[in-house]
T-cell receptor
Framework: ETGVTQTPRHLVMGMTNKKSLKCEQH?????MYWYKQSAKKPLELMFV???????ENNSVPSRFSPECPNSSHLFLHLHTLQPEDSALYLC?????????????FGPGTRLTVT | QKEVEQDPGPLSVPEGAIVSLNCTYS??????FMWYRQYSRKGPELLMY????GNKEDGRFTAQVDKSSKYISLFIRDSQPSDSATYLC???????????FGKGNQVVVIP
């Protein structure tokens, strides 16, 4: 679990707040991912970064804004969220972005929007 | 039709029983098949990984892929209380980074 760390682990925010989620990987990987995990639903891929470049935005609303300053760090900036955005947000990394590369997940940030 | 179908359970079994989990999928182009285990308040961790059809065994765990039926399975022999977790199946195309996940199946092993 220490390979991919996420902070904070829990976050409660109002709909008018601005907050950021942070992810750091210590595995020397070049690809990083944001996923959303909601109860009774499959994991939803949100964003993919490969060598710091965003390669996929899975039709995510603009109130979620990712940032990848280097291959080890990934942020998810949040603003004017909705209650339905409450979920577990998972960060993952892999050697590269491509089929066959194992993805390692962090423990997630449990987000509650009030 | 959902891309990946997985019965969310929960599935309760006595300690020592065989746990059988499965997923069906609709995209015949999927080539890589994975099973992740997720403990409560933790992120998913890769448990088994299979390329194309066939069986793979790792200790008490066996993964099977039947591409002709678009069906994958995970078997856990001699189940232990520590196996209590949610198991997610996932699959992807060759050379594509997008993993398609099932909803996850909660397993409870009763001592």
């Amino acid at each position: 679990e220490t390979g991919v760390t996420q902070t904070p682990r829990h976050l409660v925010m109002g709909m008018t707040n601005k907050k950021s989620l942070k992810c750091e990987q210590h595995l020397g990987h070049n690809a990083m991912y944001w996923y959303k995990q909601s109860a009774k639903k499959p994991l939803e891929l949100m964003f993919v970064y490969n060598f710091k470049e965003q390669t996929e935005n899975n039709s995510v609303p603009s109130r979620f804004s990712p940032e990848c300053p280097n291959s080890s760090h990934l942020f998810l900036h949040l603003h004017t969220l909705q209650p339905e955005d409450s979920a577990l947000y998972l960060c993952a990394s892999s050697q590269e972005a491509g089929g066959g590369y194992e993805q390692y997940f962090g423990p997630g940030t449990r987000l509650t929007v009030t | 039709q959902k891309e990946v179908e997985q019965d969310p359970g929960p599935l309760s079994v006595p300690e020592g029983a065989i746990v059988s989990l499965n997923c069906t999928y609709s995209n015949s182009a999927f080539q890589y098949f994975m099973w992740y285990r997720q403990y409560s308040r933790k992120g998913p961790e890769l448990l088994m990984y299979t390329y194309s059809s066939g069986n793979k065994e790792d200790g008490r765990f066996t993964a099977q892929v039947d591409k002709s039926s678009k069906y994958i399975s995970l078997f856990i022999r001699d189940s232990q209380p520590s196996d209590s977790a949610t198991y997610l199946c996932a699959m992807t195309l060759n050379g594509n980074n997008r993993l398609a996940f099932g909803k996850g199946n909660q397993v409870v092993v009763i001592p």
